[in-house]
């Protein structure tokens, strides 16, 4: 919803008023009021916060961090790249910053070679 209400006084009457007949008056107040409505908006069918055009798991709700995908031992680690999805990994932090970055390039590649719809 959106309210609005305007003020303006414009420069001496003799100047902007083309009409000598006409009473001036540049000096006018205006209100208004609205509501927005949107439909459709974008999709996020496992309610993770992360719209379906950039999760990479849709249909499976999952962290951000993950672009969208779950980690359910929570070593930082996509269940869908992860060895052991169950258990959680004793990678230092720097082992997994590299894996999280390759995977996030190959995606992103990936991505980019996608053909277009209707092609």
């Known amino acids: 919803m959106n309210i609005e209400y305007g003020d303006h006084l414009t420069f001496k009457d003799a100047t902007l008023d083309f009409f000598e007949a006409v009473k001036a008056r540049d000096h006018y107040s205006y209100a208004s009021a609205g509501l927005t409505f949107k ?59 590299i894996l999280i970055m390759m995977v996030f390039l190959t995606r992103m590649i990936l991505a980019q070679l996608k053909p277009a719809p209707g092609i």
């Open 39 to 97: 439909f459709g908006g974008p999709k996020d069918q496992d309610n993770d916060g992360i719209k379906d055009k950039e999760d990479n798991c849709p249909d499976r709700a999952g962290k951000v961090e993950l672009f969208g995908c779950p980690d359910a031992d929570g070593d930082g680690i996509s269940d869908d790249d992860d060895a052991c999805p169950k258990d959680a990994g004793k990678l230092n932090s720097r082992v997994a910053l």
